[in-house]
């Protein structure tokens, strides 16, 4: 397949990016106290979130960014999540993000750390597949990661999950999850 972007040098092609879909996805979030009130039985519980930005130029490098704002608020690193969803806009943008996490000159050079966020356990990455297979529903896309990730927290009994997404112009987004 040709290269998407940069025809002579490129690598991001028709077959390793996510396909932009229809989709919907609808969440209620609200208060533990208005949900007993209402009825509802939660799902899961957001404890923690950012929003961070980087140089446009490295636009899919955001949720990096954003995943160590998060970790400053919550104490949490992406080796506490028992899932971790993070929106799969290319292949090669995802592995560029676990790659950036792992790595203490990242880290030091462009999150003035002093060493890198960590691992994350490929055994708990996109566990029921990225954007690739599932599709990219734009306006939906980051509704359905938290779905998706209350839903398997629940199947696989477990309790915490992460959440990533990149967005246009070098943002990035973080949540963390709990099981209710």
């Given at each position: 397949?040709?290269?998407?972007?940069?025809?002579?040098?490129?690598?991001?092609?028709?077959?390793n990016?996510?396909?932009?879909?229809?989709?919907?996805?609808?969440?209620?979030?609200?208060?533990?106290?208005r949900?007993?009130?209402?009825?509802?039985?939660?799902?899961?519980?957001?404890?923690?979130?950012?929003?961070?930005?980087?140089?446009?130029?490295?636009m899919?490098?955001?949720?990096?960014?954003?995943?160590?704002?998060?970790?400053?608020?919550?104490?949490?690193?992406?080796?506490?999540?028992d899932l971790?969803?993070?929106?799969?806009?290319?292949?090669?943008?995802?592995?560029?993000?676990?790659?950036?996490?792992?790595?203490?000159?990242?880290?030091?050079?462009?999150?003035?750390?002093?060493?890198?966020?960590?691992?994350?356990?490929?055994?708990?990455?996109?566990?029921?597949?990225?954007?690739?297979?599932?599709?990219?529903?734009?306006?939906?896309?980051?509704?359905?990661?938290?779905?998706?990730?209350?839903?398997?927290?629940?199947?696989?009994?477990?309790?915490?999950?992460?959440?990533?997404?990149?967005?246009?112009?070098?943002?990035?987004?973080?949540?963390?999850?709990?099981?209710?």
């Amino acid at each position: 397949l040709k290269p998407v972007f940069d025809r002579r040098h490129g690598t991001v092609t028709a077959g390793n990016a996510s396909q932009v879909t229809d989709g919907a996805v609808a969440l209620l979030v609200m208060t533990e106290e208005r949900a007993d009130t209402l009825g509802f039985t939660p799902l899961g519980v957001l404890t923690g979130y950012a929003y961070a930005g980087c140089d446009p130029a490295r636009m899919g490098l955001g949720p990096v960014f954003a995943i160590a704002r998060a970790a400053e608020e919550t104490g949490l690193h992406p080796e506490d999540a028992d899932l971790i969803e993070i929106n799969e806009a290319f292949a090669a943008q995802t592995l560029a993000v676990v790659k950036a996490l792992a790595s203490d000159a990242f880290a030091r050079k462009f999150l003035e750390r002093d060493r890198a966020m960590g691992e994350v356990p490929q055994e708990r990455l996109n566990v029921n597949g990225g954007a690739i297979a599932l599709g990219h529903p734009v306006g939906a896309s980051g509704a359905r990661l938290v779905l998706t990730s209350l839903k398997e927290l629940k199947r696989r009994n477990a309790k915490r999950a992460l959440v990533s997404a990149c967005v246009g112009g070098g943002q990035g987004a973080a949540l963390w999850l709990e099981a209710a």
